[in-house]
Nanobody, 122 residues
């Protein structure tokens, strides 16, 4: 079973930046979709960004131009660089993976990390 471990969360003021990382326990990137999700209190888990085996990326509209998803296959690390953060970005952020095509729908993913908290507040 592959394990995913997120890190890099924390508290930041509006307009600030954070970099999230997700380390995988084994080499899984070659044929899998990797994605970041987030879940705010009282809300459903929401897909934020994904990257497929060819490096093609997808973002939801609310983070387009502010967030960048990337991966380092050699280091087995998935990254989410977040900038121009606002309070609406406050949530627990999860990385996830699935075999096959990328869809930003939580039900499609079967392997999840434990999550890391991101808080944007003045």
């Amino acid at each position: 079973q592959v394990h995913l471990v997120e890190s890099g969360g924390g508290s930041v003021q509006p307009g600030g930046s954070l970099r999230l990382s997700c380390a995988a326990s084994e080499y899984i990137y070659s044929s899998r979709c990797m994605a970041w999700f987030r879940q705010a209190p009282g809300r459903e888990r929401e897909g934020v960004a994904s990257i497929d085996e060819l490096g093609r990326t997808t973002y939801i509209d609310s983070v387009e131009g502010r967030f960048t998803i990337s991966k380092d296959n050699a280091k087995r690390v998935l990254t989410l660089q977040m900038s121009s953060l606002n309070p609406e970005d406050t949530a627990v952020y999860y990385c996830a993976t699935r075999a096959g095509a990328c869809y930003l729908a939580a039900d499609w993913y079967n392997i999840w990390g434990q999550g890391t908290q991101v808080t944007v507040s003045s």
